[in-house]
């Protein structure tokens, strides 16, 4: 798995561990005030004045990528659905269709021959996967407590709070107010329900499991209660992945008792409640992990924290997240009322900071359900209540799976991004299987979905699946995260991925005898038919658009690596002969190598515009005439959609330039059809690619960087005339702050990660302006290749800043950098120093520390700070200072990190700037 070393972070306006010390980071006394109020902390929350009762997409989603839960907040009980990522339906299996190779000459020639329907049936007949349906992503069950009926609740609230990822519930009951907390540990791995009360030995309840699984429910001890189950059967597979799930009481007062699996908690004052779950999935070929000694020793160890401990280490951990970046598109009362009340009443009232919880929301629900080690997220993310959930909850690659990480990099989470390239190592070993068997070639293929079997072959049927690209779409990813980070060691252990997938076209393209191009053949627009029921086609132009995208990132990766010169010779040669993009007789961008026009003028996929979003194949000043065209495309397809259509449209808008119709498509999703009380996207039903294509989408107004360059607001909608936001992320590694008010900006700021040249794009150059380097106080020399755009040469490190004239220089800058890993003392333990904010007179700071190979019971990072600062205050860790150089080592509790684990700890500092990362940070373990 991946480091990522290089991502350069800005000081976030959320309240955390130590942030609230911290100056926000822009003026607004300069400029002219913002409309309305200015955020404050408490609107990045979800807000209900009442229980989510039975209502699933009312409770609230917590995780740590692994373990979810939807937390229901009912006072008489309290229901948590439980989730673990790896508990899916079935086993190991192998999907080839072993009559594929055979057949497809005889489906290549019907193709071409236009016989589609007859085309389709032999694929049917001789492509389709064993089985012919992918496995189901499934529940773990529930875990229930009874409370005892105490008349009517009264003050009822409940809250998802994203800035600690804790969802709380708060009510007052025979004259108590009692509290409940929960969330999912991401350092120590198990879920905290903490239940507190303001009357002494008010707290009794009963615990028990259910579950729809095939469990048996036990008393481990007289505080545990605990669930033992096998996933479901499916397809004629046989459910084999084993779990274990424990539920601990650790009480302040009162008695605990467990016996027959129900937990009975007597008269205590507070209790916290420790959820471990353990499966017995390894990998896409194994099960037979040891799950009970999972779910135990994670158990055993979060036992030994007390919960403001456990609290401390979650926020620690997750603030290193979230709080990278900040937003603010400015506030009207409407942000008074409760969520379900918001999205309900969106349409008709004007309620800008809706905009930037969804955007968070978005943020959130990526960091909760996808981090390094874990499964990718899913359709739902990773939660999910049922055995046979829509889509099986798995993975859908032809929109879905790339969109839940269209956000990772561009909104500063860029670890979050690393599961979806182990699973594509995954499928560079069942996808080779597949181009073997059903291809003749090598490489590797996936076609639309996989599962965490990493199912590589067609399935559900040829209209839907004989899509030829996923594998290649999933490729591409690999090159545009290297895009963002730099980091050439990611590109190096994921090279292999990336020329396996070029392989399999090298192999595979066949040449389009009516018009001499090389197309994919058999293959489809997604899901949609040309003719009545019929999908199946040769070179469908999202196949070309793709295959451009894989086939330039595996030669530039080759070139940075300095790898496969005659390979790249080859692959060229294909490029050059792909289809190119044409412009159809309605104006449109051509879907398919003839100028078809789609039976279902509205559907929801719009495939052939992936050359305009994600991909960079249809840019404004690049290609003018297809960018003309692009919009045409989506004036013909119309606003409508499912959930994550709209989603991508709002991507595409942003794209568009079109800052209007963005958020005009914003706001269609932000209905009660769409977006359910919980904020969850609603295809329906519910699906997370929605909500993450939606926090892109805001990304995308905001930012982009597809085209060699900066561009700084480009499709700001009258709708936020003011607002700020920090931390976003650009490619070529630069980390971006920008504030506006009355639809102009005021002032920008950029950090580069790497020496280089900087094309900066944005409306503030065709006015006057001034141009700085904050870091060494200079003026960069600049270039002025259009009126809008100014290019300069760029240091490692360095923040620049633009301004109008007369804007005061902001207090906060986006410093910080990390210099890469330390050097260890040998055991292969690392340390990454990051500055998440920082002042004239002070900075703030976290160092992630990384054990390598082997376990570590404790550790000690020092450095020598460059400007004579001086630590005042440590978390998760205890320090001395002599002079310049600093000593920090880890508390009590958090010194052990098993073999790869990591751990955070945060500082604060005065002293004067600039406030650079050392140069000589080493970590010591024992
Ligand atoms: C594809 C889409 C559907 C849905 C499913 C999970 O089949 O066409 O709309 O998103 O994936």
Not at 547 to 559: H, I, K, M, S, W
Request: charged fraction near 15%.
């Amino acid at each position: 798995m991946s480091r990522v070393s290089r991502r350069h972070l800005l000081s976030a306006g959320a309240a955390g561990a130590g942030a609230t010390l911290l100056p926000l980071g822009w003026p607004t006394g300069s400029a002219s005030a913002p409309a309305e109020a200015a955020a404050v902390a408490d609107d990045l929350r979800l807000r209900y004045d009442r229980p989510a009762g039975t209502e699933w997409l009312r409770a609230l989603p917590i995780g740590n990528g692994r373990l979810g839960a939807m937390v229901f907040g009912n006072t008489d009980t309290e229901r948590l659905q439980l989730n673990e990522d790896t508990v899916w339906a079935g086993g190991p299996y192998d999907s080839s269709n072993s009559r594929g190779a055979a057949s497809l000459a005889d489906i290549r020639r019907l193709v071409f021959a236009d016989q589609w329907s007859q085309a389709q049936n032999l694929i049917n007949q001789a492509m389709l996967g064993k089985p012919v349906g992918q496995l189901a992503y499934q529940t773990v069950g529930n875990l229930k407590l009874t409370l005892p009926a105490t008349g009517a609740a009264s003050q009822y609230s409940r809250v998802l709070d994203l800035t600690t990822a804790t969802a709380s519930v708060s009510y007052v009951s025979g004259g108590v107010r009692f509290q409940r907390e929960v969330f999912a540990s991401a350092p120590d791995q198990v879920i905290v329900v903490r239940l507190t009360a303001d009357r002494a030995g008010a707290i009794t309840f009963t615990a028990t499991f259910d579950s729809p699984q095939r469990t048996t429910v036990s008393s481990p001890d007289g505080t545990t209660i605990g669930l033992d189950g096998v996933s479901g059967s499916m397809e004629g597979i046989t459910g084999s992945v084993r779990f274990l799930a424990l539920a601990q009481a650790v009480t302040t007062g009162g008695t605990v008792t467990s016996s027959g699996g129900t937990l009975r908690v007597s008269g205590a004052t507070s209790v916290t409640l420790l959820i471990s779950i353990g499966s017995s999935y390894v990998d896409f070929r194994t099960v037979n992990g040891d799950y009970q000694g999972i779910a135990r020793t994670r158990l055993a160890a979060a036992r030994t924290l007390p919960h403001d401990q456990l609290r401390s280490r979650h926020l620690a951990d997750y603030q290193a997240l979230f709080n990278r970046v900040s937003i603010d598109l400015g506030r009207t009362a409407a942000a008074d009322q409760t969520t379900d009340v918001r999205i309900a009443r969106h349409a008709e009232q004007n309620d800008p900071q809706f905009a930037a919880l969804l955007f968070q929301f978005g943020r959130y629900l990526l960091i909760s359900s996808s981090r390094p080690g874990t499964q990718p997220a899913n359709l739902q993310g990773i939660w999910n209540d049922s055995m046979a959930p829509q889509w099986d909850s798995k993975y859908t690659i032809n929109a879905n799976l790339p969109m839940n990480y269209w956000p990772a990099d561009t909104t500063n989470l860029s670890e979050c991004f690393l599961p979806v390239f182990d699973m594509i190592k995954d499928l560079t070993v069942t996808g080779a299987r597949t181009a073997q068997v059903q291809y003749g070639a090598g490489g590797w293929v996936t076609h639309h979905n996989t599962d965490a079997w990493r199912g590589s072959s067609v399935v559900d049927g040829a209209v839907w699946g004989m899509w030829q690209t996923g594998g290649a779409w999933l490729a591409t990813l690999i090159w545009d995260h290297y895009r963002f980070t730099g980091d050439v060691e990611f590109l190096r252990a994921n090279y292999a991925a990336l020329k396996g997938a070029a392989q399999f076209f090298l192999d595979t393209l066949v040449t389009d005898p009516a018009r001499g191009y090389l197309v994919t053949n058999p293959s489809n627009s997604p899901e949609l038919p040309h003719h009545t029921d019929v999908s199946v086609c040769a070179g469908p132009t999202m196949d070309n658009q793709i295959l451009r995208d894989l086939f330039d990132a595996v030669t530039r990766a080759g070139e940075v690596l300095d790898l496969d010169a005659p390979f790249r010779t080859r692959v060229r040669a294909a490029r050059d002969r792909l289809p190119p993009m044409r412009v159809g007789s309605r104006g449109n961008i051509q879907e398919w190598l003839a100028d078809w026009i789609e039976p279902e003028r509205n559907h929801r996929h719009v495939s052939h515009l992936y050359g305009l979003h994600p991909s960079n194949q249809i840019t404004r000043r690049g290609t003018p005439q297809l960018h003309e065209a692009a919009r045409r495309t989506l004036e013909l397809r119309g606003d409508d959609g499912t959930g994550w259509s709209l989603a991508w449209k709002i991507n595409y808008w942003a794209r568009l330039e079109d800052g209007a119709r963005a958020h005009k498509l914003y706001r269609d999703l932000v209905r009660t059809d769409r977006l359910a009380p919980n904020m969850f996207d609603l295809h329906p039903p519910f699906q997370i690619d929605g909500n993450f294509g939606a926090t892109s989408g805001i990304a995308e107004m905001l930012l982009q960087s597809h085209h060699d360059e900066l561009h700084l607001l480009p499709a700001l909608p009258s709708a936020w005339p003011a607002g700020r936001v920090s931390g976003l992320r650009g490619r070529g590694g630069y980390t971006v702050a920008m504030a506006w008010t009355g639809g102009r900006a005021d002032e920008f700021l950029i950090r580069a990660d790497r020496d280089g040249t900087l094309k900066v794009r944005a409306a503030l150059f065709t006015t006057a302006h001034t141009l700085g380097d904050l870091t060494d106080g200079s003026t960069p020399g600049t270039t002025r290749p259009e009126t809008d755009v100014v290019q300069f040469t760029v240091r490692a490190g360095h923040t620049y800043r633009a301004a109008r004239p007369g804007t005061s220089p902001s207090p906060s800058v986006p410093a910080s950098s990390d210099p890469g890993p330390s050097p260890s003392s040998g055991t292969g333990a690392t340390a990454v120093y990051t500055v998440t904010g920082s002042w004239s007179g002070g900075l703030q700071a976290e160092v992630r520390v990384t054990a390598g190979a082997a376990p570590v019971t404790g550790w000690t990072v020092s450095w020598t700070f460059p400007n004579g600062q001086v630590v005042n205050q440590v978390w998760n860790g205890s320090h001395t200072q002599s002079g310049a150089r600093v000593t920090v080592s880890n508390a009590a509790y958090n010194g052990a990190l098993p073999a790869g684990g990591s751990t955070t700890f945060g500082f604060l500092a005065d002293g004067n700037g600039p406030h650079d990362p050392p140069t000589d940070l080493t970590v010591s373990t024992r």
